[in-house]
């Protein structure tokens, strides 16, 4: 499983995997223009991103289940009516 974040400063984004260190201070900063999460933020992002693996599992070890389902979680909040 990854995340790929979206950096809104210069455009860019990058992808963390669960087998990088996704508690890191490099992991909340751009590689591209070194913009920075904070850390109280990304601890948030983290939590949430181990939420989404550990359902990601379930849902692929889940035996009784003939067909195999995956998840994708998409960010809508910078759209207006995002929690509508
Ligand atoms: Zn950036």
């Excluded at 950096?7 to 890191?24: H, I, M, P, Q």
């Excluded at 035996?63 to 009516?81: A, C, L, M, P, W």
């Amino acid at each position: 499983m990854f995340m790929r974040v979206y950096c809104r400063r210069c455009g860019g984004s990058f992808e963390l995997y669960s087998r990088d260190d996704v508690t890191s201070r490099k992991a909340r900063t751009c590689p591209h223009c070194q913009e920075r999460v904070s850390p109280e933020t990304w601890g948030k992002v983290v939590e949430a991103f181990d939420a989404c693996r550990d359902a990601c599992e379930a849902l692929f070890s889940d035996s009784k289940s003939k067909t195999r389902f995956t998840v994708d979680y998409i960010d809508d909040t910078i759209y207006k009516n995002s929690r509508a």
